[in-house]
């Protein structure tokens, strides 16, 4: 009996061996290139694979799991559907030397990051496998490695056919070198994350002498979230579904309740656009702080960015904020109340950068509407602005004559 359990038990085992072999070396058949820049992070995401059970588990549930996307939202839905580990590996393989292009009235920089996050849309396993240890250290050294990659010289190709897209305006601009095609940036992510050579000509402030305006903190899809908080626990809620933590959000700031019946605005960067954020109201900041959180695993990426185009629109999927790469600021603007700022960096940003000042204050800073906060480096960001009770009713955006409220597409431009 003892020998025949002994058989039986090396045969299992040789059988776990085996399996455990067949996918490292279905793995090792994927070669990662040696000057891959992010070649450090896929062979931990390798190596965890195939030593660590629960996250194997996470990995391989999530691609059982996947979700097809509503008709027509994505030629050929969702890109996960019927693959395995195995295909995940070229994925990140690709995507961390992956430059994005600009095209016509459009642009693919968003082609990886809305890709990951279908890797966990309506999926909890997907979610889980990159939002808990090791998938999140894993992850996290990836957006890091790659973010090395976009600052480095390497990263400059794409760049000089950016700057002949008209929607980039790169009149406006400091080029370090105008007469080059690539207008002398470093690497993509000094070209991201360029500066105006004279904002107040180019995104003056709406008579900045008064202080009940509000202004956009940068250049942005601007939405309501249309339900007010209703109560500590959080919520913001659109369209009925969605909740957003505001407790979670601010990471339990001495303020957080002040917000609490309040209303607010999301304000979604798209990558071709000015990264700065400034202060959409002026007074003095009270209290600033960086949060880590996830870089990847938006459930409802679907709401979220739908195929027309209105990113952040009502019903879109705010929930996941609460546990993305975030920071804020309270401004308090004295007879209005206290405003929050919140800049969340979305899929892979891990680059939520606050101006120094505000970071080393002591005390209060005062600041003007339209002074600069902090900026953003590639991909996709958010500011989401939130108010006291009773001093923004936020169902809809007030422009002014003359003021921007779309752009045509360059493809008609003849």
């Not at 190709?157 to 980039?168: E, T």
């Not at 250049?219 to 500590?232: E, H, M, Y």
């Not at 422009?399 to 493809?411: A, E, H, K, P, Y």
Request: some cysteine.
């Amino acid at each position: 009996m003892k020998n025949s359990f002994r058989i039986l038990a090396s045969v299992f085992l040789f059988m776990v061996l085996l399996s455990i072999s067949t996918i490292s070396t279905a793995a090792a058949k994927i070669s990662i290139p040696d000057d891959c820049p992010c070649k450090g992070s896929i062979t931990n995401l390798i190596d965890a694979y195939n030593s660590d059970k629960v996250f194997k588990v996470h990995i391989d549930e999530a691609f059982k799991n996947m979700q097809p996307v509503p008709e027509g939202y994505r030629k050929g839905g969702n890109p996960w559907i019927g693959k395995s580990f195995a295909d995940l590996i070229p994925f990140f393989v690709e995507w961390s030397s992956f430059l994005p292009e600009a095209k016509g009235s459009e642009d693919n920089a968003l082609k990886y990051i809305e890709q990951m996050d279908l890797f966990a849309y309506k999926n909890p396993f997907g979610r889980v496998a990159f939002q808990t240890s090791p998938g999140v250290e894993i992850f996290n050294r990836f957006a890091t490695e790659r973010g090395e990659f976009l600052s480095s010289k390497a990263s400059i190709k794409k760049v000089a056919k950016w700057l002949a897209d008209p929607r980039i305006e790169k009149e406006e601009y400091v080029l370090p070198d105008p007469t080059a095609a690539d207008g002398g940036f470093k690497s993509y992510n000094d070209f991201f994350s360029r500066k105006f050579k004279d904002i107040s000509k180019v995104r003056p402030q709406t008579m900045p002498d008064r202080d009940y305006i509000i202004s956009s903190p940068t250049d942005a899809t601007v939405n309501s979230i249309p339900a007010k908080i209703v109560d500590g626990t959080t919520k913001f809620r659109t369209k009925g579904t969605q909740e957003l933590n505001i407790k979670e959000l601010l990471e339990g700031s001495r303020y957080w309740k002040k917000f609490v019946g309040g209303t607010a605005l999301s304000c979604v960067l798209m990558p071709n656009t000015y990264h700065y954020y400034h202060a959409p109201v002026g007074g003095q900041v009270l209290e600033t702080r960086l949060v880590d959180g996830a870089l990847i695993g938006m459930e409802e990426f679907v709401k979220f960015a739908p195929a027309h185009g209105n990113v952040g629109a009502p019903g879109a999927s705010f929930g996941a904020f609460e546990s993305y790469a975030r920071g804020y600021f309270i401004i308090d603007t004295g007879k209005y109340g206290l405003v929050g700022v919140i800049p969340v960096g979305l899929s892979t940003v891990g680059s939520v950068v606050f101006e120094d000042k505000f970071l080393k204050a002591d005390g209060p800073v005062a600041i003007k509407r339209g002074d600069e906060l902090g900026h953003f480096l590639y991909g996709g960001s958010l500011v989401i602005l939130v108010f006291e009770p009773g001093q923004y009713g936020s169902d809809a955006i007030k422009v002014r004559l003359g003021n921007q409220i779309g752009i045509f597409d360059t493809s008609s431009n003849k």
